[in-house]
């Protein structure tokens, strides 16, 4: 068990529609990293947070959005959801910022459907 | 082109065998090079970890980094059932942020 938490694991939703999915990070990370997993682009970055302010950006679409709150768990918002966005999202924390010196951890990942 | 490819598979061994697991990747920023582990409905583990070329053995497991030739290998050893999972390379040119993935290799250990 990596200790983040990811939910809900499984979602289903229509298009255009908006969901949010939750992490919450190993004990003492500070680090949260939004990853996207499908089938025809591979494990993909798209947001890192650091102690509640984003720290990098990836690939990340504009209608997807994310935040860190004082308690340091952090939520993805994907809204006007495509058929295309269907994949599974995974959240991972370190300790550090910089990333050296700090492995990722990732979560179990959240299967978003959409149909 | 994608800036780290990596052969999907699936690839199929008995036990015992010696696998090989391999990377190309065409940035030549990249100094940091990793392998995660992936099993089924699950997230990603870190299996192992090199900074720059050589090589690093952790058990069963030994990663090299070739960066003449822009190739990375995960070879592992006397392989088992409980090996059977998905791999996948990553690497960035400054520690864990902005990891690129490969696309991943499954591997299957069949007894």
């Known amino acids: 068990d990596s200790g983040v938490t990811q939910t809900p694991k499984h979602l289903i939703t229509a298009t255009g529609q908006r969901v949010t999915l939750r992490c919450s990070p190993r004990s003492g990370d500070l680090s949260v990293y939004w990853y996207q997993q499908s089938l025809d682009q591979g494990l993909q970055f798209l947001i890192q947070y650091y102690n509640g302010e984003e720290r990098a950006k990836g690939n990340i679409l504009e209608r997807f959005s994310a935040q860190q709150f004082p308690d340091l768990h952090s939520e993805l918002n994907l809204s006007s959801l495509e058929l295309g966005d269907s994949a599974l999202y995974f959240c991972a924390s370190s300790a550090s910022g910089t990333g050296y010196n700090s492995p990722l951890h990732f979560g179990n990942g959240t299967r978003l459907t959409v149909t | 082109q994608k800036e780290v490819e990596q052969d999907p598979g699936p690839l199929s061994v008995p036990e015992g065998a010696i696998v090989s697991l391999n990377c190309t990747y065409s940035?030549?920023?990249?100094?940091?090079f990793m392998w995660y582990r992936q099993y089924s409905r699950k997230g990603p583990e870190l299996l192992m970890y090199t900074y720059s070329s050589g090589n690093k053995e952790d058990g069963r497991f030994t990663a090299q980094v070739d960066k003449s030739s822009k190739y990375i290998s995960l070879f592992i050893r006397d392989s088992q059932p409980s090996d059977s999972a998905t791999y996948l390379c990553a690497m960035s040119p400054g520690g864990y942020n902005k990891l690129i993935f490969g696309a991943g290799t499954r591997l299957a250990v069949h007894p």
């Open positions: 940035n030549s920023a990249f100094q940091y």
